[in-house]
């Protein structure tokens, strides 16, 4: 089956420092990868959707500016949190859809735990 | 714009029973799709079942059932013979045909499956 792959899985990093998640389409090409973020015991909310090749579509309030993404390929997209600060800290999830998929070929990854010291 | 409720932030169940679990959404769109995800304390989400609007018929996954209302937009979940593995958030979700790019997510609901 569609398996994404998404890494690390627990980061720790100091205020003002840089992390990047990778999360990468192992068996399948994935035309566009979307980008949430995951408060405790909350929904998951849409951060951004990107596209390969093209610039990432962020939703309202999300700061492209702080959440770089890049989707260099049909297999990885990464976000890139820069310049973080605590109140970044979060569970963040990528989801892939397949070429092909239409309205059911998501698949998630598993997610990374970001804390900011 | 499209919404997804789940009135139930907490439920529990005793072992081999069944639960149902409540998703009302609301929607102008005449094609849509439907899918209640799980995700356990690992976190990682997973497609428990799905349902196209254009489709009558209830999904059925094995222990896993839904009853999908299209004039009351209501998909609800039923879970027979609970198990504790079943343990989990469960997400209920939407994707509108002409906004395919964006899934959308109920606020979820707890889930505790009592041994």
């Known amino acids: 089956g569609a398996v994404v792959s998404q890494h690390p899985s627990r980061v720790i990093c100091k205020s003002g420092t840089s992390v990047k998640i990778e999360c990468r389409s192992l068996?399948?090409?994935?035309?566009?990868m979307f980008w949430y973020r995951q408060f405790p015991k909350q929904s998951l909310m849409l951060m951004a959707t990107s596209n390969e090749g093209s610039k990432a579509t962020y939703e309202q309030g999300v700061e492209k500016d702080k959440f770089l993404i890049n989707h260099a390929s049909l297999t990885l997209s990464t976000l890139t949190v820069t310049s973080a600060h605590p109140e970044d800290s979060s569970f963040y999830i990528c989801s892939a859809r397949r070429a092909g998929g239409g309205f059911m070929g998501y698949t998630f990854g598993s997610g990374t735990r970001l804390t900011v010291v | 714009a499209q919404t997804v409720t789940q009135s139930q932030p907490e439920m529990s169940v005793q072992e081999a029973e069944t639960v149902t679990l409540s998703c009302t959404y609301d929607t102008s769109e005449n094609n849509y799709y439907l899918f209640w995800y799980k995700q356990p304390p690992s976190r990682q989400m997973i497609l428990v079942i799905r349902q196209e609007a254009y489709k009558q018929q209830n999904a059925t996954e094995n222990r896993f059932s839904v009853n999908f209302q299209k004039a009351a937009k209501s998909f609800s979940l039923k879970i027979s013979d609970s198990q504790l593995g079943d343990t989990a958030m469960y997400f209920c979700a939407f994707i509108g045909e002409t906004s395919y790019d964006k899934v959308i997510f109920g606020p979820g609901t707890s889930l505790s499956v009592i041994p």
């Open positions: 068996d399948f090409q994935a035309t566009t």
